[in-house]
């Protein structure tokens, strides 16, 4: 089973369970000075129940030594206003899980996690929050993303254009609502908190 990848390649899946996006219940960010630079990292709960691989691989992951995992962004096609993660865990155990951002939606989340070159990973329910289960276990997924952050730009401003357009905006409208988004969105994020 094979996917296209971003716009090079293909993804294959061991098992057709691992086809099935990770549902992301909750979000949050959180900073720490020693990880990701002091920048805000992105936290995402994502329901587990379908996947106890992955719920187990993250409760035995936060026991032991750091693991290993191999992570790819991707897209369905060209045109598919969604983007993919795929992560490849190796260690502590083998499996494959696929994150999915719909990129109006959740565009800010995956800028963060290519900025930040990670994220924070835990299981949860629909209805749970960060704050209230910042005791369970959760494990920190490297992302190395400098191969697709030009892609990942040109996707980013090409979606917010096509709202802005739908939105009513001139040509030039358009690129400034894009440009002062991304902008905001980045200064925010970009808020480092010292050691």
């Known amino acids: 089973m094979a996917e296209t990848k971003w716009h090079w390649g293909t993804i294959t899946y061991d098992d057709s369970i691992e086809r099935i996006s990770l549902k992301i219940v909750s979000d949050a960010a959180v900073a720490t000075g020693k990880v990701a630079d002091g920048r805000l990292l992105p936290v995402?709960?994502?329901d587990c129940s379908a996947r106890t691989d992955v719920?187990?691989?993250i409760k035995?992951?936060?026991q032991i030594?750091?693991?290993d995992v191999?992570?790819?962004w991707g897209k369905s096609s060209k045109t598919s206003k969604t983007v993919?993660?795929?992560l490849s865990f190796e260690k502590p155990s083998k499996c494959k899980a696929v994150l999915e951002f719909d990129i109006l939606k959740q565009g800010g989340i995956v800028d963060m996690i290519m900025r930040c070159e990670a994220f924070i990973l835990q299981c949860g329910k629909e209805g749970e929050r960060f704050i209230n289960t910042i005791d369970r276990e959760k494990i920190i997924v490297e992302v190395p993303s400098r191969e697709t952050w030009g892609l990942w730009n040109d996707e980013m401003f090409k979606a917010l254009e096509a709202d802005a357009r739908r939105m009513g905006m001139n040509k030039k409208q358009t690129k400034e609502y894009s440009s002062g988004?991304?902008?905001s969105w980045r200064e925010f994020t970009d808020k480092r908190k010292k050691e």
């Open 44 to 46: 995402l709960m994502v």
């Open 55 to 57: 719920e187990d691989l």
């Open 60 to 62: 035995v992951h936060a």
């Open 65 to 67: 030594t750091p693991g």
């Open 70 to 72: 191999k992570t790819q």
């Open 84 to 86: 993919k993660l795929i």
């Open 181 to 183: 988004v991304i902008k």
